[in-house]
């Protein structure tokens, strides 16, 4: 989604935000409690400290080179989440780090499989995953984490994609019901053509998104529906 669009629709996005328009029970619990949940949660200020530690040495310019996600989408992430208590986490792109650290905090039970070929050059991604690494499971290719994870099956599943994933991988996630959510999705146009192959992809279940982020749930008891949204 365009700037221009985004900024179009901005009314239209924070009314249904409100629930307002919203038929579905499921969608509109959804929006209320998770999307646009306002109460604090306990990890809020864990999520905040770590992302000031991260920007008080970096410059504006190396946060957005870094991919340094913003204090609202981290706060969306750990709300996901805790509302679909995934045991196996997939995750596309290291980023700084900084996701793995929010989704893991959820459950202690969950274990992480995070594809990025560069993280071992990534040294600030490392600091950060520092004490989670015994919950991690390291790929190069998205593909073998993929294959790897489904053949393991028996537990919810949810990915964090962070860049690009090739368009075959992202399919069989959806089609084994696993919930993703879509980062970057204005400023990086593969991301966003990666988010509406899946959309159409999808025969069943539900979108949720901003135009920066993005949520999937193909949960198969969903009436097909995508909501456009304002976090």
């Not at 901005?10 to 919203?22: E, L, N, P, Q, V």
């Not at 950060?128 to 991690?136: D, F, G, Y």
Request: aromatic share 8%; net charge neutral.
């Amino acid at each position: 989604m365009s700037s221009l669009k985004r900024y179009l629709n901005a009314w239209s996005r924070h009314h249904r935000s409100g629930g307002f328009g919203i038929h579905s029970p499921y969608a509109y619990q959804f929006v209320r409690n998770v999307w646009r949940q306002r109460l604090p949660y306990y990890a809020y200020e864990g999520i905040h400290q770590l992302i000031d530690t991260v920007k008080a040495g970096t410059t504006p310019r190396q946060r957005r080179d870094m991919d340094l996600i913003d204090e609202r989408e981290a706060r969306l992430l750990f709300r996901v989440v805790n509302f679909f208590n995934p045991g196996s986490i997939l995750q596309v792109g290291a980023a700084t780090g900084i996701e793995s650290v929010v989704m893991l905090g959820v459950n202690s039970q969950s274990r992480l499989y995070l594809c990025d070929p560069c993280l071992e050059q990534n040294a600030l991604a490392m600091r950060v995953l520092q004490s989670q690494l015994h919950r991690t499971e390291c790929y190069d290719d998205a593909s073998v984490m993929v294959n790897e994870v489904l053949e393991a099956g028996g537990t919810p599943l949810l990915a964090l994609i962070n860049r690009p994933l090739d368009e075959v991988v992202a399919k069989r996630l959806l089609d084994a019901q696993c919930v993703m959510v879509m980062r970057n999705l204005l400023h990086d146009d593969q991301m966003s053509s990666l988010y509406n192959a899946c959309c159409a992809h999808m025969q069943v279940g539900q979108t949720y998104t901003n135009g920066k982020i993005a949520i999937l749930n193909p949960n198969p008891k969903l009436q097909r529906e995508d909501f456009l949204l304002w976090l």
